[in-house]
């Protein structure tokens, strides 16, 4: 009898605690994210995918800093990427790929190319919203006659009315703001060495 | 004539009324649920997607009634109507406010409990009737339950009868409003009724008619479109009326606390009764978003163990009291 009473007095605390605990979390801040409008922050680290860097300034801005030297290609997994080359327009460099492709079907993120490459050519992208409605156009153009291509980008925003589709990730940035500023400036330090050479 | 004119209004009105009330209480549901589990809910549909449910109402009229081929057709159809009658025809006596109310019945809680409790029908003959093992097995279970829930949640209400001398429910508020709400008078009663009620109206915890991870739907497996929306008004509804009759017996239905109620306008009345049973309504989506879904034993056994002896006790000891207060 004591103990029957003693267990209704414990388990109707539990149960107060219980309504507690629901009644805390209904005032606290919403976790939800509404997607289209919100978007979540991504870690520096997200693999969205590949991405072709390019030169921002100077003379030859637009143009791919894919050298073509087939790294990527070898180490790929799947072989989903395809590269012609071409002669560098910058004299003080050989070859520059002429057409980029990545069969984006194929592709499975593993993040090897992006290693394998030295060049800092291409990146991991934070983009995720990747659906299309067309295999046919996933075969992804990153680089054509030698400048950068988004032939993605636009195919997706044809399609899905999307806007705001080139998330730049803080790496690709500190690639575009510092890298290529430094190669820039030594580009123009040989240049000028070449020129004191010359003269 | 005329008093079959007014009846038809009557119910027009009630309808409308009620079919309102469960838009909004399906819109409540979902915000708190959502609330409680850090979501947003609906806010898409109309602002803060007040319309939400509106469109999910037109969704289920545009839907196909799908009859299974081997079930029982007369009983098929009934069990959704009933569903929605019986707690709709309970609204009859409940009174809103001192001068609202459709009738007075001097036996008004009793035939509301009797009204509730047919509410099982419904349920049997949706599984029965449906000829879909689902079904049979959730409406098996309601019966189980619905039958042995009646009997503490009455068992809690008689102390108020005895308290208070009479079953009818305007008497009883206002036999409140002389004295103290018979939440102070029965607390003990107050509480039994309200886990009773919850497990009546079939609401988690106590949804095993209709535990989705066991029977798929329960009882209204087989249903679809505006029958299945009969079966969703009739649990809202049904949900109403328990807390219109908890607000009614215990706390002091449309009585403004602290407040001379005497020269009150209707309209304030009304607005705290509405408010009450809102408050009611809340205690159980609170319950309902808290509690796990008890298993079947553990169901009967706190039904029989716990409701049952407690009633009892507090049967005995109003009765005891009442009758020496009496003497
Ligand atoms: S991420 Fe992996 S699979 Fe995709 S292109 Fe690079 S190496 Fe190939
Ligand atoms: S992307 Fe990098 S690794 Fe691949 S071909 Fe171009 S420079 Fe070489």
New interface residues.
Partial sequence: MIRYIKD?LKNSWA?LV??A???R????????V?FPEQKKELGDRYIGYVKMMYETEGEHAGVTKCVACMACVVVCPVSCIQVTHDKHPDPTKKRIAKEFILDYVKCEFCNLCVEACNFDAIIMGHDYELALYDRSVMDMVLVKDMKYHDDLYDASRRQTGSANRSITSPREREIIEVINKKEHEERIKKAAAQSENAS | MNTMLSAILGVLILFGVIALQGLILVYMERK?S???????GPNRVGPWGLLQTAADIVKLLLKENIRNERSDRVIFFLAPILAFVAPFAAFVTVPFAATIGFRDLDMGAFYVFALGSSVVFAVIWAGYGSNNRYALIGAMRSAAQMISYEVPLVTAVLGVFLVAGTLSLREIVQLQSQGLWYVAVQPLGFVLFLVAATAESNRAPFDLPEAESELVAGFHTEYSGMKFAFFYLGEYAEMLVSSCVLVVLFLGGWLIPFANNANVPTWLHLLSFVSKVYLIIFLMM??R???PRLRVDHLMAFGWK?LMPLALVNLLATGLIVYWLKS
């Fill in positions: 209704l149960l219980g309504l605990v629901t009644m979390y209904m005032f606290r801040p919403k976790t939800t509404q | 708190v959502a609330w409680m589990q850090s979501r947003l609170w319950f978003w808290t509690f716990v």
